[in-house]
């Protein structure tokens, strides 16, 4: 099947199939990671499988729509952060900013684990963000604004880390990542900002953070697309 080339601007009812089909992708996606199939997918938002297979002849595709939409977000806060006069509160500004969409964005760690990050353009999106965010990274140390060891592996690993939080929590204690986030800023020797503070979960909340048993997700693939 062929595709449409990229730079060809969809109809606006063609548009429309097209962020339905990647909304509810992105919902399913959170609630059951990888174990989806685009007949599933088609039947969730209520449209024809071929409507689905015209805009994403294959699963991979639309997972890849779904990471392009999320780097560039992410390069827009990077490039929004570095107009920041100050080094250490652009970099602040693109750690916080960047949290609260990874806090929102259960879908993203199943769509960064299976993006064909290694291909073109989004190899080209991937190291662009990089280049964006050592730089954050660089300017802050250079101007004393973090600590010293500061490097932009740090920006990565705190993300993961509000996410781990942000995903065990968002039923519980929807702003939990927050407080945890301005402890990290903190460690990495950013100056404290005035800011809405969050108490720390009482134990019943926490009790109900533990993992529970549940069944292994299966790889992502299309099988079982063919069944009707």
């Given at each position: 099947m062929s595709r449409e080339p990229q730079h060809r601007p969809l109809?606006?009812?063609?548009?429309?199939?097209?962020?339905?089909?990647m909304r509810t992708a992105d919902r399913m996606i959170a609630e059951r990671g990888s174990a989806v199939t685009l007949n599933e997918i088609a039947r969730?938002?209520?449209?024809?499988?071929?409507?689905?297979?015209r805009r994403f002849p294959d699963l991979q595709m639309l997972i890849?729509?779904?990471?392009?939409?999320?780097?560039?977000?992410?390069?827009q806060l990077a490039k929004a952060?570095?107009?920041?006069?100050d080094p250490g509160q652009a970099l602040r500004h693109y750690l916080l900013e960047a949290a609260r969409w990874r806090a929102?964005?259960?879908?993203?760690?199943?769509?960064?684990?299976?993006?064909?990050i290694d291909t073109e353009p989004i190899a080209g999106m991937r190291d662009e963000l990089g280049r964006h965010v050592d730089g954050l990274a660089e300017r802050a140390v250079a101007a004393g604004a973090v600590r010293e060891d500061f490097a932009s592996a740090d920006v990565y690993a705190y993300l993961y880390m509000i996410g781990a939080v942000a995903d065990r929590t968002h039923v519980v204690a929807p702003d939990a990542w927050r407080r945890y986030a301005e402890v990290l800023l903190l460690g990495f020797g950013l100056e404290?900002?005035?800011?809405?503070h969050t108490s720390p979960m009482d134990d019943a909340q926490l009790r109900r953070t533990w993992p529970g048993p549940g069944p292994a997700p299966r790889p992502l693939g299309d099988a079982g697309q063919g069944d009707a």
């Open positions: 109809r606006a009812d063609a548009e429309r199939n097209r962020q339905l089909i969730e938002a209520g449209i024809g499988v071929g409507t689905v297979y890849d729509a779904l990471f392009t939409e999320r780097f560039t977000a992410f390069l952060a570095e107009r920041h006069a929102d964005d259960r879908a993203l760690d199943v769509i960064l684990g299976n993006a064909s404290r900002e005035p800011a809405q």
